[in-house]
């Protein structure tokens, strides 16, 4: 089943021109992540599954989902496994 | 009667009064522009000892670790240049040419802060000089008009930052000091000097990514960072000759 994602507890979200600059407090890391990366991360609000993201970004981006499901998924693997977003088996309520 | 014991000597630099012992005078009589202050009152203190034995470079590096690891200022890895009223910042690692292009920057003008050390008061962002020696090596002399022939085997010489132009005066600490008004993310490369807007995302990261003492206040330092960055413009360079970038730079944003 394709996973939901949210935003880790404690994570401080800075806005800037062209991206996001994320802060976890738990242990003061900083990730600064591009705008793709960002558009990811603000669609990841737990309505939306892997498949879903992809669509929504692809029609962003004028492409198609397959062209960047590889990226996505990657970017949203990489996000959860430095703890800034957290999987769920289901969209979040 | 014994006379009392005199009081070990100490700097007062980016807000460190740093208590000195050893090779105390060989330290001092190679840092003149240090010495006239930078107008920051000193909040923390440091002890270091200089080995008696160690080369005046070390024995620079050895203070400059000292400054800004314990300095109550955020410290990021940068050469910083006074331009107009504000201030242009270039971070970057060991290596990219920051002392070099601090020179250069200097010779055409701009007001010398730093080859080393963007120090930003955590608060309001304004910025202090830290103007040590800069080392340059002898193949760059020549770019930089330094005539002087290098002694065999010399691998860099330590020359006074006031040789290449003005230092930026001591402010009135911190509502006087300048504020930095250009953020220039520098990257060496083949062919000609050229300036490109930059992100502000990549100026989050290396300016974030080389400080040297964000770990006093993480949160804190990232406020002073993205306020930084939002301040200023920010800027792509890339260049092989640092006096052709020098060039660029005075000119365009002048």
């Given at each position: 089943m394709s996973s939901h994602y949210l935003p880790a507890d404690q994570v401080t979200v800075e806005e800037l021109d062209d991206g996001l600059c994320l802060f976890r407090a738990a242990d003061d890391e900083v990730l600064v992540l591009n705008a793709t990366a960002a558009d990811i991360w603000r669609l990841a609000?737990?309505?939306?599954d892997t498949a879903r993201l992809c669509e929504l970004l692809a029609a962003a981006y004028g492409t198609r989902p397959a062209t960047i499901e590889a990226d996505v998924r990657r970017t949203l693997d990489e996000l959860t496994g430095k703890g800034y977003l957290r999987a769920v088996d289901g969209p979040a309520g | 009667m014994a006379r009392p014991a005199e009081p070990a000597p100490a700097l007062d630099l980016l807000g460190v009064r740093v208590g000195l012992a050893g090779a105390v005078d060989r330290l001092r009589d190679r840092i003149p522009d240090l010495l006239a202050g930078d107008g920051v009152p000193a909040t923390t203190r440091a002890e270091l000892a200089l080995p008696a034995d160690a080369d005046p470079a070390d024995l620079l590096a050895l203070l400059t670790a000292a400054v800004v690891r314990h300095s109550p200022l955020l410290c990021i890895h940068a050469a910083v240049l006074g331009h107009g009223d504000g201030v242009l910042a270039l971070p970057g690692q060991s290596g990219l040419g920051k002392s070099t292009l601090a020179a250069a920057l200097a010779r055409h003008g701009l007001a010398y802060l730093s080859d080393e050390a963007l120090a930003?008061?955590?608060?309001?962002g304004a910025v202090a000089r830290f103007p040590r020696p800069v080392s340059i090596a002898p193949d760059v002399w020549p770019l930089l008009g330094i005539e002087e022939s290098p002694a065999p085997g010399e691998a860099e010489r330590q020359f006074p930052p006031s040789r290449f132009g003005r230092l930026a005066p001591v402010p009135d600490w911190p509502a006087g000091a300048p504020r930095v008004r250009h953020v220039v993310l520098a990257e060496r490369r083949p062919g000609p000097a050229e300036l490109k807007p930059g992100t502000e995302a990549g100026a989050v990261q290396a300016l974030l990514g080389r400080?040297?003492?964000?770990?006093?206040d993480p949160a804190g330092s990232l406020a002073t960072v993205l306020a930084v960055v939002r301040g200023a413009r920010v800027w792509r360079a890339g260049y092989a000759q640092a006096p052709e970038l020098a060039g660029l730079l005075a000119d365009r944003l002048g």
């Open positions: 609000d737990g309505t939306s | 930003l008061d955590r608060a309001t400080a040297f003492n964000h770990f006093h």
